[in-house]
């Protein structure tokens, strides 16, 4: 079974600070990934998706994320954060092996304070 | 907004006690998955109905079943509550041509 690690569980920052978030998973096969994004009190939104190609994907609100292979991993940046930016972060993993039901393995989050 | 709704928002349950937990997605979405997120954790999969049957579970017991309506509603349904069930009930649905799950806002259950 696959697994989704993320190694900064509080992370605070100044406004205008850059970001980086890392996200590493176990599983040998293809996989999609995904981060999302829980504002308080609102419930989990999209921040981004990859499926394959480029290995740089953008995202909304200024996120990108960089899928290295075999590093296993797929790290959330962002040049410079808001204190809007102020939520919870999610990496998740889909494992798309046969016969598998494709269910989201989540992360345990990384909760960013951005400071004004 | 995502489309995907849930009810009720809150609920207070005693141990032993059963609950059902609801959720409406978009017309369309014939595939919707369960997650339990317990405080200070990332969501966990508790199974997925496609078409009106389950066709994946996660490490949860069987006191947690569901059901899929052909509606695009379901329900998650706990028997025999226990303390640690005490979590935020998400429910997520997708049209299964598609990958991207879209996540309704949650039911938060506290169990005494």
């Known amino acids: 079974a696959q697994s989704v690690s993320q190694h900064n569980h509080h992370v605070i920052l100044s406004e205008a600070a850059s970001l980086e978030l890392g996200c590493n998973y176990s599983?040998?096969?293809?996989?999609?990934l995904f981060w999302y994004v829980q504002y308080p009190g609102q419930h989990l939104q999209l921040l981004l998706k990859?499926?394959?190609?480029?290995?740089l994907v953008k995202g909304i609100k200024g996120f990108e994320a960089e899928f290295i292979k075999s590093k296993f991993s797929f790290n959330l940046r962002k040049p410079s954060v808001q204190w809007s930016d102020t939520a919870e972060y999610f990496c998740?993993?889909?494992?798309?092996?046969?016969?598998?039901?494709?269910?989201?393995?989540f992360g345990s989050g990384t909760q960013l304070t951005v400071l004004p | 907004e995502t489309g995907v709704t849930q009810s009720p928002t809150h609920l207070i349950k005693t141990r032993g006690q059963q609950v059902t937990l609801r959720c409406s997605s978009q017309?369309?979405?014939?595939?919707v998955s369960w997650y339990q997120q317990a405080l200070g954790q990332g969501p966990q999969f508790i199974f997925q109905?496609?078409?009106?049957?389950?066709?994946g579970r996660g490490n949860f017991p069987p006191r947690f079943s569901g059901l899929q309506f052909p509606n695009y509603s379901s329900e998650l349904n706990v028997n025999a509550l226990e303390l640690d069930d005490s979590a935020l009930y998400l429910c997520?649905?997708?049209?299964?041509?598609?990958?991207?799950?879209?996540f309704g806002p949650g039911t938060r259950l506290l169990v005494l």
């Open positions: 109905y496609y078409r009106e049957e389950e066709n």
């Open positions: 998740a993993v889909k494992a798309l092996s046969s016969g598998s039901a494709r269910q989201l393995t």
């Open positions: 990859y499926f394959s190609g480029d290995p």
């Open positions: 017309s369309g979405h014939n595939t």
């Open positions: 997520a649905s997708r049209p299964a041509s598609q990958e991207t799950q879209y």
């Open positions: 599983y040998g096969g293809t996989v999609n």
